[in-house]
Antibody, heavy 125, light 107 residues
């Protein structure tokens, strides 16, 4: 059974740092792109970052560039999001999601077929 | 960044109704679009990829169509478990962007 379990959320002051983790099981972690998606309270979904299978390629939404770092440890079946210089607007539930990269006709498509349950990050003084 | 605009933002319908949700991209995105369903307090569920391909296990009453800038998600006959919020997601380029969501409520 595919499982993704986030952890590490909590209350942090503005300007502070936090690292959230996603531990996976039930599939070969090193074969998949992975993403972080967040959802502010009562708001919609926002894609945050993704990382290639071997960690050699990463992408970020502009609002977190230079502050957040996505990484992975394939030996530990774990995905991470290091969040620095946190702001109130970073308050959200953070989900990790698996991306199997459906490829056809020379084009590869991102899709999120499995998600974790989310971990809440609250940035407040 | 490509903006994805869904309409309507909310929709009231009855069990058995046929409903259509629209997603419009601010520029052409070929067919690089997926649809997700989210229920309160739960993680999103993946429904459709490449605009019209149904994910395995998703009921056939769900269908997607469109290409370029205009896309639709159709539920042919609403079931009680379909009342949720629906999001489109473009994966044509970075940053990936979601629509603002369409909340489907029981009439």
């Amino acid at each position: 059974e595919v499982q993704l379990v986030e952890s590490g959320g909590g209350l942090v002051q503005p300007g502070g740092s936090l690292r959230v983790s996603c531990e996976v099981s039930g599939f070969t972690f090193s074969s998949y792109w992975m993403s972080w998606v967040r959802q502010a309270p009562g708001k919609g979904l926002e894609w945050v970052a993704n990382i290639k299978q071997d960690g050699s390629e990463k992408h970020y939404v502009d609002s977190v560039k230079g502050r957040f770092t996505i990484s992975r440890d394939n030996a530990k079946n774990s995905l991470y999001l290091q969040m620095n210089s946190l702001r109130a607007e970073d308050t959200a539930v953070y989900y990790c999601a698996r991306d199997p990269r459906y490829c056809t006709g020379g084009v590869c498509y991102t899709l999120f077929d499995y998600w974790g349950q989310g971990t809440l990050v609250t940035v407040s003084s | 960044a490509i903006q994805m605009t869904q309409s309507p933002s909310s929709l009231s319908a009855s069990v058995g109704d046929r409903v259509t949700i629209t997603c419009r991209a601010s520029q052409g995105i070929r067919n690089d679009l997926g649809w997700y369903q989210q229920k309160p307090g739960k993680a999103p569920k993946f429904l459709i990829y490449v605009a019209s391909s149904l994910q395995s296990g998703v009921p056939s009453r769900f269908s997607g169509s469109g290409s370029g800038t205009d896309f639709t998600l159709t539920i042919s006959s609403l079931q009680p478990e379909d009342f949720a919020t629906y999001y489109c997601l473009q994966d044509y380029n970075y940053p990936l962007t979601f629509g603002q969501g369409t909340k489907l409520e029981i009439k």
